[in-house]
């Protein structure tokens, strides 16, 4: 049984996410926070193995919480639940090492998503008194929570395309988005489309006078 724990200062968000978790019975909940010192003091006492924190706090901020277990060796796994978008912040989330980050709001799916990939990385770890670089491959496919990409997409360019719509501050269209990034319109229409079919980003037509609707797409 994995035990977690939940950092949430939003009375409604928080039962959502405890209602979540409660769905899936291979986790345990053990306790909630709703600020940052509360967050330290119960990591601190009640080593959960996975703590699913949210960015802003009352007192401090998650990215402040993450960095003191870091620094105190904790064994301590993070996913972060934040409406926090911009490159910086989840640049920063991913070095101190968090192993998700969802972007409010999300649904149920998502969420599982994070939790079942989660759950066979830390099996995996745990079953294992070793590994061999096949099993360090097949954990880090496990950690990123991605399915395999169909032929001819990048990882790489995929994580581009999807950073740099974090960085939009409105629903942009394609042709915007590859402006913005510098390449062609129907590479990253593609990319788009794999988001939006695997349930990682959403679409919103937009109909003007004439001509076809123009997709506007957003997290």
């Known amino acids: 049984m994995i035990q977690v724990l939940i950092v949430e200062d939003d009375p409604m968000v928080l039962e959502v996410n405890t209602g979540f978790l409660e769905r899936l019975p291979l986790f345990k909940l053990v306790g909630t926070a709703t600020n940052g010192t509360d967050a330290i003091e119960k990591i601190q006492t009640l080593r959960p193995d996975l703590v699913l924190l949210d960015m802003f706090l009352p007192d401090s901020s998650g990215l402040i919480v993450l960095k003191t277990i870091r620094e105190e060796g904790l064994p301590i796994d993070f996913i972060m639940i934040t409406a926090a978008r911009d490159t910086n912040t989840v640049h920063d989330v991913f070095r101190y090492g968090a192993v998700d980050y969802l972007v409010k709001p999300f649904r149920f799916d998502r969420f599982k998503t994070a939790l079942d990939a989660y759950q066979k990385m830390w099996n995996k770890l745990n079953d294992l008194p070793t590994v061999n670089q096949e099993d360090i491959d097949e954990l880090k496919k496990i950690a990123k929570t991605e399915e395999y990409l169909p032929k001819g997409l990048s990882e790489n360019t995929l994580r581009q395309v999807l950073l740099a719509l974090i960085e939009q501050p409105n629903p942009t269209t394609a042709e915007d988005l590859a402006a913005y990034l510098g390449m062609a ?8 489309e794999y988001l939006v079919q695997s349930g990682k980003i959403k679409v919103q ?15």
């Not at 319109?185 to 788009?192: A, G, K, N």
């Not at 037509?205 to 957003?218: A, D, I, L, Q, T």
């Open 185 to 192: 319109r129907v590479t990253v229409r593609r990319y788009l």
């Open 205 to 219: 037509m937009e109909y003007g006078s004439v001509g076809r609707p123009s997709h506007h797409y957003f997290l």
